[in-house]
């Protein structure tokens, strides 16, 4: 049994590696790994990140570009979560129960803004509506 995620990460190298040198850094994909074994958890993720197929691993793959993480990076961020689940699954012996999408109710962004404008003693955004 695998005693850390990070372990069972290692094994298809999903876990990414540091190359680190003065105040620079990146993050890249060690080569010398179980490539089969990657293989699947690679078209496991390209499967998940549909929007239709798995809405919550859509979301967090579109999260992670949006911080500025390049397509193979983010996959690669897909990949680990995966790994973790698979870990649980593992670790727990039960299976995997998917949560619920968070849904925000409609306008619910227009009201934290108005919140927002309230506090810094700006007048109301939904007096100045047409």
């Known amino acids: 049994m695998f005693f850390k995620k990070l372990k069972l990460a290692k094994i298809p190298r999903i876990a990414l590696s540091e190359n680190s040198s003065g105040e620079s850094s990146s993050q890249y994909a060690n080569m010398l790994d179980n490539r089969e074994l ?6 496991l993720a390209l499967t998940q990140i549909r929007k239709e197929a798995n809405p919550i691993m859509y979301d967090y793959f579109q999260k992670k570009i949006r911080e500025g993480r390049k397509k193979k990076q983010a ?27 968070k849904v925000e109710k409609e306008g619910a962004w227009i009201m934290a803004l108005e919140r927002r404008f309230l506090e810094f003693g700006f007048t109301s955004l939904m007096d100045n509506r047409m």
């Open 38 to 43: 990657n293989k699947v958890f690679y078209f």
């Open 75 to 101: 996959m690669a961020y897909v990949e680990r979560r995966l790994v973790n689940i698979l870990y649980r699954i593992m670790k727990d012996k039960a299976p995997y129960v998917q949560p619920e999408p």
